[in-house]
C-alpha cells in the first residue's frame, strides 16, 4: 500500500512538472484554429514582444517565490525606474540627457529598492508580503512626487530601440529578454546562491544548520529581483516613450500569475526560471487568444483570476504545510 502512494505521488509529480507545456501546447492549437493567422512568423514576433517585459519581471520573483516569500512591490519599483531614466534621457521636462548612460542609473535604482526590502524584511522580521508591499505603494508615491503627477515624454531615439529596435529582424526587446532569462538560469543552475535559494524554500531550518546565510541571502535575492524590476522600468519606459508613476498598473497580478502558473510553488524550493518562461508565455498567449476570439475584457479579467486559483491549487506541496495561511 505504502509504495502504491509513494508511487501515485511520483507519477503526479512528474505530471505537474510537465503540465504547464501541455497548457501551454493545448492553448496554441485552440487559438490557431479560431485563427489561422496565430502562428506566423509575425504573430510570434509580436506575442514574443509582449513577453518581453514580463518575462524580465518574472526572473526577478521567480527567485523570490522559490525562496517561499512573495514580493508586491513590483508596481512601485518600475514606476520610480521608468520615471528615473524617463528624466535622464532626452526628454520634455528636464535638460537632462545621458543617453544610455541611464539605464544602469535606474537599474541600479531598482537594486537599491530590492535592497531596502530585503533589509527592512529580515532586520524587522516583518512578513515579506507587508514589507513588500509598503515598499511598493511608497515606491509609486516617490515616482509621482518626482513628476509632480506629471508624465515626462521621452525624446530620445536611441533609447527607444532597446523596445523598439529591430536586430536580425528580431525586436531588441525580445534579445534584452533573453539575456535577462540566461543570467537568470545561470545564477540559478550555477552559483551557490543559486543552490541556496532552493534549501531556503525547501527547509529553512535545515538550511540555516546546514551553515547557509540565510538572511544575508534573503537580502541579496531581493536586491537581485530589483534588478531585474529596474530593468523592467527600463524598457518599459522605452516602450511607451514617457515615463509616470501609474506606467506599472498591472504588472504585479501578471507576473505572479506568470510564475505560479509555469510551475513554482508558494511554498518554496520548487519550480526554475525556465518554468515561469513558460508561463508568461501561456498568461501572454492566453490573452492574445481571447482578443482574437472577441472574449469581453471583464471576462477576460475572470479568467485570468480562475487561471491563478487554479494554478496555486495544483502548484501547493500540501504535505508541507501545517496550515494554509
Known amino acids: 500500500m505504502a509504495l502504491a502512494v509513494r508511487t501515485s505521488k511520483a507519477g503526479f509529480a512528474k505530471w505537474r512538472a510537465w503540465a504547464p507545456l501541455a497548457v ?22 509580436r506575442l514574443l514582444n509582449t513577453a518581453a517585459i514580463p518575462l524580465v519581471l518574472s526572473m526577478g520573483a521567480t527567485f523570490i517565490i522559490l525562496m517561499g516569500s512573495i ?4 508596481e512601485g519599483v518600475i514606476a520610480v525606474t521608468a520615471v528615473t531614466v524617463s528624466l535622464l534621457v532626452a526628454n520634455d521636462l528636464t535638460g537632462y540627457d545621458y543617453g544610455l548612460w541611464a539605464v544602469p542609473v535606474a537599474i ?4 537599491l529598492l530590492g535592497l531596502l526590502n530585503g533589509v527592512l524584511h529580515v532586520r524587522l522580521k516583518t512578513p515579506s508580503f507587508m514589507t513588500t508591499l509598503g515598499v511598493g505603494f511608497a515606491g509609486v508615491g516617490i515616482a509621482t512626487a518626482m513628476l509632480g503627477g506629471q508624465t515626462v515624454r521621452i525624446s530620445d531615439q536611441t533609447f527607444r530601440a532597446l523596445s523598439l529596435g ?10 534584452i529578454a533573453l ?32 551553515g547557509i546565510p540565510i538572511e544575508r541571502t534573503r537580502i541579496l535575492i531581493f536586491s537581485l529581483a530589483g534588478l531585474f524590476y529596474g530593468l523592467g522600468g527600463v524598457l518599459s519606459a522605452a516602450q511607451f516613450g514617457q515615463g509616470h508613476a501609474l506606467i506599472s498598473q498591472g504588472r504585479l497580478f501578471t507576473t505572479v500569475t506568470a510564475v505560479v502558473v509555469g510551475g513554482t510553488s508558494l511554498s518554496g524550493g520548487v519550480g526554475s526560471v525556465l518554468n515561469s518562461v513558460v508561463g508568461v508565455l501561456i498568461v501572454v498567449v492566453l490573452a492574445n ?9 471583464y471576462i477576460q479579467q475572470g479568467v485570468q483570476g480562475l487561471l491563478i486559483i487554479v494554478a496555486v491549487a495544483l502548484s501547493l506541496d500540501r504535505s508541507r504545510l501545517d496550515v494554509v495561511k
Request: net charge neutral; glycine share 12%; hydrophobic share 50%.
Open 24 to 45: 501551454l501546447a493545448g492553448l496554441c492549437i485552440l487559438v490557431s484554429l479560431f485563427n489561422s493567422n496565430f502562428l506566423t512568423v509575425s504573430n510570434s514576433l
Open 289 to 297: 487568444g481571447m482578443v482574437l476570439m472577441g472574449v469581453e475584457p
Open 108 to 111: 541600479i535604482a531598482g537594486g
Open 166 to 175: 529591430r536586430v536580425g529582424g528580431v525586436p531588441m526587446a525580445i534579445w
Open 179 to 210: 539575456a535577462a532569462v540566461i543570467v537568470a538560469y545561470v545564477i540559478q543552475e550555477r552559483t551557490r546562491i543559486g543552490r541556496w535559494v532552493y534549501a531556503i524554500g525547501t527547509d529553512e531550518t535545515t538550511a540555516r544548520q546546514a
Open 71 to 74: 514580493d508586491l512591490s513590483v
